[in-house]
Each structure stands twice: as structure tokens, then as C-alpha cells.
């Protein structure tokens, strides 16, 4: 899958890109001028102070994106950031709660 993986490329998402929230996630997206799109993940300490947990999420998001990178927009860089309250949530749950963000950014 294509990550975002440097701090100069979450940088810029931060700096230039547009937000959207809803009760768990936020979504941050910025146009790259390429033919796919890249993710990043940021799951805080805030969220959970076991490395295990946070890994968990950053897990089952990268598996989500995965199983939906056919309808998702190429050409575009994407932040997730997990919110506390996320990881009570099931896989299924949390599917339905990403997909309805990547909706409401028109990234599906």
C-alpha cells in the first residue's frame, strides 16, 4: 500500500491540506499530483498508552484502506488521525466510521 511515511509529507498535508471530523476520526487531505494516493496514520499516546493498542488501530485502518483502495480517489495524500474513544470500537464499527468520513471528504 502507499503510506506517507515522512515528517516532511505530513508537514505539508497539516499546512495545506483540508479537515474533516467526525466522533473518532480526523481526516486530513491534501491533492499530490500523482497516480495513487498515499495514507498516514497518527495514533497519540492520548488514545492509548499501550504501544500494542495503537498498532492495533493503525492495523485494522491500513486493512480498511486497503480493502477500499479501488474507490478511493487517486492523486491525493491522506492524514488519519485517531481520536480517543476509537479503539473501544469493533472492526466492523470502525469500518462504517471511516467509510462515512471518506464519504463526506468526497474521497469515494
Do not use: C, W, Y
Amino acid at each position: 500500500m502507499n503510506r506517507l511515511k515522512k515528517e516532511k509529507d505530513f508537514d505539508k498535508v497539516f499546512k495545506k491540506g483540508k479537515s474533516f471530523k467526525n466522533s473518532f476520526l480526523i481526516l486530513r487531505i491534501l491533492q499530490n499530483n500523482l497516480k495513487e494516493s498515499h495514507f498516514g496514520f497518527i495514533v497519540s499516546k492520548k488514545v492509548s498508552k499501550k504501544a500494542i493498542l495503537r498498532n492495533k488501530i493503525k492495523r485494522r485502518l491500513r486493512d480498511i484502506i486497503r480493502q477500499n483502495i479501488k474507490n478511493i480517489k487517486k492523486g491525493i495524500d491522506v492524514v488519519l488521525i485517531v481520536l480517543p474513544g476509537l479503539e473501544k470500537n469493533n472492526f466492523l464499527e470502525t469500518k462504517e466510521i471511516l467509510n462515512t468520513l471518506l464519504k463526506k471528504a468526497g474521497l469515494v
